[in-house]
């Protein structure tokens, strides 16, 4: 999927690329209805490999298929019983952070860890909620904002990025400075380092 | 689009624009710029200052080309002028509005979301649009030109 990392990820082990534009289409924004030639466009598939692929998930209840004037809309099914295990994976894979991840790989040598916190990070984000990510390295806003700039139209949200560079990020951590104290205990996807690379920064 | 287009939308109003008017708007600038680099203040009132002082800037600008923004979606409108103004580059707009898509965050939700580094990053793009400005205004509109050049 990534041009960056030609190894395999998570979504390019376990789904193929029609299966994984569907899923980033349909799970990123489940509360959204969608008709096929906006599939076919938004997702960047074949027009038939969709079809194919809708009639099938419609048939397995994963999607809800409804029909409005002349017009078919496709919609996920919050119903289906696999529907929260799906959304998460969606978003932990074929979603917001491997969209994120790759608007920001271009970068990637100097920063030293991202992740999206806030609503997003938690599963408990709203229709209109903005992705909240953080990054630390040696970065400008400037050149952030420009990364992911592309973002926000094939997410569909606001992409609201904070920039530190490391030796703030510390500094401020070491002086209990309460949102970075708050970001560093609480769910997070990690985009670029881990774990491991945040205990460095001192979290 | 071109301002014109902007206006018959509905997202411009047609402006007459005086010495005056350009005069106050930069002061406004030049005063913030000033008052942003005080010791002390926080990094999201640092922020939401130097950014006050570009939008005046790119306002004068755009008072100068005839218009001012309507109600709705004033800031962004303002910015997004500048463009067509002064001919900023895209990637320059695209950081302002970032930023003022941060103070507003930054204005009502959690403090701290503002680092020092983009607090400074901010004031040093309103002080490069205050001067962009200036060149601009001594180059095509002389006579509406600040009489002494930008304070440093």
Not at chain 1, 12 to 41: C, D, H, M, N, W
Not at chain 1, 112 to 123: I, L, R
Not at chain 2, 84 to 106: C, S, W, Y
Request: proline residues 3%; positive net charge.
């Amino acid at each position: 999927m990534s041009t960056v990392h030609p190894v395999h990820t998570v979504a390019t082990a376990l789904f193929g690329k029609t299966q994984r534009a569907l899923l980033a289409l349909f799970f990123v924004r489940p509360e959204q209805s969608f008709y096929l030639r906006q599939i076919v466009r938004t997702a960047a598939i074949g027009q038939g490999a969709a079809q194919r692929e809708l009639a099938r998930w419609v048939e397995a209840g994963l999607l809800i298929r409804t029909r409005r004037g002349n017009q078919v809309y496709y919609q996920a099914n919050t119903a289906s019983p696999v529907f929260a295990e799906l959304k998460g994976l969606t978003i932990k894979t074929a979603g917001v952070a491997d969209v994120l991840r790759e608007a920001l790989a271009g970068l990637a040598d100097r920063i030293k860890v991202a992740f999206v916190h806030g609503s997003m990070a938690c599963g408990t984000e709203k229709a209109d909620s903005d992705v909240d990510v953080l990054i630390v390295g040696r970065v400008t806003f400037g050149q952030i904002a420009a990364a992911l700039h592309g973002t926000q139209e094939l997410l569909g949200r606001e992409v609201n990025p904070t920039v530190y560079v490391p030796r703030e990020f510390h500094k401020k951590l070491r002086a209990g400075h309460h949102f970075l104290a708050a970001a560093a205990v609480a769910p997070k996807l990690f985009l670029i380092g881990g774990e491991r690379e945040l205990k460095r920064l001192g979290a | 689009m071109s301002l014109s287009d902007w206006a018959r939308s509905g997202w411009l109003v047609e402006h007459r624009t005086s010495p005056q008017e350009i005069a106050d708007l930069l002061g406004v600038a030049d005063r913030d710029l000033r008052d942003c680099a005080r010791p002390g203040l926080s990094e999201d009132w640092q922020l939401a200052i130097a950014y006050n002082a570009a939008l005046q800037c790119a306002a004068a600008a755009l008072a100068v080309s005839g218009y001012r923004a309507s109600r709705d979606a004033h800031h962004y409108r303002v910015i997004q002028s500048l463009v067509h103004t002064i001919g900023m580059e895209p990637h320059l707009v695209r950081q302002l509005d970032a930023f003022r898509k941060k103070r507003n965050v930054g204005d009502y939700e959690r403090a701290g979301l503002i680092s020092e580094t983009e607090a400074r990053e901010m004031l040093a793009l309103a002080q490069t649009l205050r001067k962009r400005v200036e060149d601009w205004l001594r180059q095509n509109h002389t006579h509406l030109a600040p009489r002494r050049p930008m304070p440093t």
